[in-house]
């Protein structure tokens, strides 16, 4: 019998294990399949069976829509070959690697010369393995001494790193799964699990509905897939997160429903903390979230009777301006009430993208350093600089461009060289027109992806074929710190190149052979781990050799661990490296001490400051995106899926009865969103699912698969200031119903010629 392939799911970050297993080969009658195709060109027409890995500890054998088709895009619509274009009006031509490598050079070469290093940026994404992020980043910091290497991770997970960071002395997820069936009270605010994260939510739906004394909140301005399984759902206004989370704090106090000495032993800054709750009475409160003072109350009395809670966010909170503040009002809630470091207790971030922590591990942000370093430390930049031998004072003491930064430095022309890898920007950042204007003043950018054509396409110079999951070999880390190994068992198609090995080659035509001189893959994880010994993200025992050994592994693990063999779900995961090791827990912080200078916590003493951009008369009501449970991000992928694309077929604006009425909108009317930048139009969903004065759009559909439906051409760029993610989830819009208009349709959209039928892509004037 054929042993299956284990993987992981490139999708969300919940890290679902899977299975793969051959089917028949296309044209094949032979049910004996040779399982190797690396080492078996004829297999590149394989078709793949996916099903869960029961022994994966995350997931359990559980596997969603997404990652059971997962393996039926494989071949559809792939860029193959490097082409090369010398102006957005002309088509593009097909190049060899040598030449597209050769352009590469000469045009960096260019931007440092005529601009410094800093005219130099790189954009990557949380769909990289973390050995890409590791190339990705040295190339940048190290080779040619700039930090401006940034991801989409700046627009999904940089408020929760920075509120970690703040809060407790350090990034990473101080809980785990277990923790979703272990917990007396799960509070889920602005995260759709349901459909965001499948996997992660069924574990703890199906241990909340066996357990009637567990009690679950979702707080939520609609009332998604999440709310509807809550025992409380709490539909406050936009941007009113922290006055309710303060207004909790508030009724907990005064109740004396507080773990003084947990508070006094293990903490600072509460004094401040609780003089700034105390402005935050439940009448107050209750009237600018715009529910009742008895909700309220009651989400209070479920974390005061509840010995250990669990926080679940992800982007409701993330993607704000007040991002950091947020987080860090969350965490303030576990530090008052010392349910963190405890079964069942703690904040837990659901990381958005597959690998974005694995990046926040490796370096992948422009703030960072790989092992949980800052490139602002002083010690951290000589520790890496040691490690890759560069001479003292390389590595730039000063933070990179983030993402957005990126596109306002092309815009004003300090950006000469713009690279783009796994990312889809012309979908996924703000401010649309902005984006586009912008990339089209581009002097040169490189677009490196998977499919084609994308809508980022149509903005580059050069693009370049990468391999995706499958087709190339590396480890991912998920929303538990736990690590898979995901093999590459494809060939890729064309003259497509794993990303890192695009990174590195670039490097050594550059002069760096010496930094880049990894033998295969696994040389790359190697050097990394070793970054991170003494981290808090230790993870030096955790290798290829090691993961292909036991299975998944969680850090902190440092290479001095002794493995179980075999692993199971069952089976500890490696004690953390801490001066006086404790017994092994699969959760951070179960000494109450942390990585701060006292090993203490620190409460954060915020005000609500509220939207960014509220409604007013010209633009009086408040749009919130988001998922929908089957389609991933830009549809890059998930729209070339018959299954999914039945499933959400078309864009669409949920509408609150009353407003309905007010605009005198019915079921299926058309109705355009105006804000100050763009304007889309949508057929309208009306519902009592979403507090009036509020309205939702997905943001997966970009100008390839629906016409003028385009969610972030509505929304702002106004970031956190502390984390630098925009504002997505929140801008203010006007409606006005429409005639119908002549809309492409979704067959029409996804018809389109792939690029061996396209060779010169539409261009853009």
């Not at 931007?111 to 190339?135: M, R």
């Not at 703690?346 to 800052?374: D, I």
């Not at 630098?724 to 018809?751: H, N, R, Y």
Request: aromatic share 8%.
């Amino acid at each position: 019998m054929t042993t299956p392939i284990k993987t992981l799911c490139p999708y969300c970050g919940v890290g679902c294990g899977l299975e793969v297993l051959p089917d028949k080969p296309c044209g094949s009658t032979d049910s004996a399949v040779d399982l190797d195709p690396i080492q078996n060109p004829e297999s590149k027409s394989q078709n793949w069976k996916v099903r869960g890995d029961r022994s994966h500890p995350s997931s359990k054998g559980m596997v969603c829509v997404k990652g059971a088709t997962v393996a039926e895009p494989l071949t559809a619509d792939r860029l193959l070959y490097p082409m090369l274009r010398e102006s957005l009006d002309q088509p593009f031509q097909r190049v060899s690697w040598d030449q597209a490598f050769d352009r590469i050079v000469w045009q960096i070469r260019s931007a440092v010369a005529n601009q410094g290093a800093d005219a130099v940026c790189l954009y990557g994404s949380g769909q990289f393995q973390t050995e890409d992020y590791y190339v990705a980043q040295k190339l940048m910091k190290g080779g040619l001494g700039t930090n401006n290497f940034d991801a989409n991770s700046r627009l999904c997970m940089s408020s929760a790193v920075a509120g970690y960071v703040q809060s407790l002395g350090a990034d990473g997820p101080p809980c785990c799964y277990d923790d979703l069936e272990q917990t007396d009270c799960a509070f889920i605010i602005g995260s759709n699990t349901a459909e965001c994260h499948p996997i992660a939510f069924n574990r703890l739906r199906k241990y909340h509905k066996q357990n009637s004394s567990v009690k679950m909140i979702v707080v939520d301005p609609r009332r998604t897939p999440t709310a509807e399984a809550a025992d409380l759902h709490l539909a406050i206004k936009p941007g009113t997160d922290i006055d309710l989370l303060n207004g909790m704090a508030h009724l907990l106090l005064q109740w004396g429903a507080i773990d003084a000495l947990f508070i006094d032993e293990c903490t600072t800054g509460f004094p401040g903390y609780a003089e700034v709750v105390r402005h935050y009475p439940p009448d107050v409160v209750a009237d600018r979230c715009g529910i009742s003072v008895a909700d309220l109350e009651t989400a209070a009395r479920f974390w005061q009777e509840s010995q250990r809670i669990l926080s679940l966010w992800s982007m409701g909170i993330n993607q704000s301006s007040e991002g950091t503040a947020k987080v860090r009002a969350i965490i303030n809630l576990h530090l008052m009430t010392g349910t963190i470091g405890k079964p069942g207790s703690g904040p837990f971030s659901l990381t958005g993208q597959p690998n974005a922590m694995g990046g926040r591990e490796a370096g992948g942000l422009a703030h960072l350093l790989p092992g949980y370093r800052s490139v602002k430390n002083p010690q951290h930049r000589a520790e890496v600089e040691q490690a890759w031998g560069l001479p003292s004072g390389r590595i730039s003491p000063h933070p990179g461009r983030s993402a957005w930064e990126m596109i306002t430095g092309v815009e004003a022309g300090a950006v000469e060289f713009l690279w783009i890898a796994a990312t889809n920007p012309m979908v996924s950042m703000p401010d649309l027109e902005r984006t586009r204007q912008s990339l089209r003043r581009s002097p040169f950018t490189v677009y490196q992806d998977v499919y084609h054509p994308t809508e980022t396409a149509a903005y580059a110079h050069l693009l370049l074929p990468a391999a995706q999951w499958s087709e190339k070999t590396g480890t991912m880390t998920n929303s538990e710190r736990v690590i898979t190994y995901c093999p590459a068992f494809r060939q890729p198609p064309g003259e497509a190149k794993p990303d890192w090995e695009i990174f590195a080659e670039v490097g050594r035509r550059l002069g760096h052979s010496d930094l880049f001189h990894f033998a295969d893959v696994a040389a790359v994880r190697s050097e990394f781990v070793q970054l991170t010994q003494n981290r808090p993200c230790d993870q030096s025992g955790i290798t290829h050799a090691s993961l292909q050994a036991n299975g998944p592994l969680q850090w902190p693990c440092p290479a001095s661990e002794t493995f179980p063999t075999p692993s199971t779900p069952d089976t500890p995961h490696p004690t953390p490296h801490t001066p006086h090791p404790t017994p092994h827990s699969k959760r951070l912080y179960t000494n109450h001490h942390f990585p701060t200078p006292d090993g203490r916590a620190r409460f954060a003493a915020y005000h609500s400051k509220g939207l960014a951009e509220p409604p007013d008369p010209d633009y009086p009501m408040v749009l919130t995106t988001g998922r929908l449970y089957g389609h991933w991000h830009t549809q890059s992928r998930t729209g070339r899926i018959d299954k999914i694309r039945q499933m959400h077929p078309n864009p669409f604006i949920e509408i609150h009865p009353r407003d309905a009425e007010r605009l005198e909108v019915q079921e299926g009317d058309w109705v355009e969103v105006r804000s100050r930048r763009g304007m889309a139009r949508f057929p309208a969903t009306i519902t009592k699912g979403i507090a009036p004065g509020t309205v939702f759009v997905p943001m997966h559909w970009g100008e390839l698969w629906a016409s003028q439906a385009e969610a972030n051409a509505l929304t702002h760029p106004i970031a956190c200031p502390d984390s630098l993610q925009p504002e997505l989830k929140a801008c203010a819009v006007q409606l006005t119903k429409i005639s119908p208009p002549g809309q492409m349709t979704q067959s029409q959209a996804i018809d389109r010629p792939s690029l061996d039928e396209q060779p010169a892509m539409q261009s853009v004037s």
